[in-house]
């Protein structure tokens, strides 16, 4: 299984970014992705999850209005649109799977991640 994360860079504060995860090697069909973000110093943090059908997604309240989450008709790539991007949102983001539907918020629950796609905020 791996998954390909993508789409980070360098934007000022009210800009936005997409963020892409690809997922390969993977045959259940029920699996959740979420995004996770580590900023220097700070432990990894949950930002969003979404169900591989896509109608399930949840976000974090620190990113809630902000981030949207959706997934391609295929279903092997899910996207992070990030919105107001702030200096706060500074971090490296990760994407990880974990099997099932339900969208855990504890990386412990994730067993495959990307590596990861840096995310600056700076004027």
């Known amino acids: 299984v791996q998954l390909q994360a993508s789409g980070g860079g360098l934007v000022q504060p009210g800009g936005s970014l997409r963020l892409s995860c690809t997922v390969s090697g993977f045959t259940s069909a029920h699996y959740v992705i979420s995004w996770f973000r580590q900023a220097p110093g700070k432990e990894r943090e949950w930002v969003s999850g979404?169900?591989?059908?896509?109608?399930?997604?949840d976000y974090a309240d620190s990113v809630k209005g902000r981030f949207t989450g959706s997934r391609d008709n295929a279903g092997n790539t899910v996207y992070l649109q990030l919105n107001s991007l702030k200096p706060e949102d500074t971090a490296t983001y990760y994407c990880a799977l974990t099997s099932g539907t339900t969208i855990f918020v504890h990386p412990n629950w994730y067993n495959y991640w990307g590596q990861g796609t840096l995310v600056t905020v700076s004027s």
């Open positions: 979404i169900s591989s059908s896509g109608g399930s997604t």
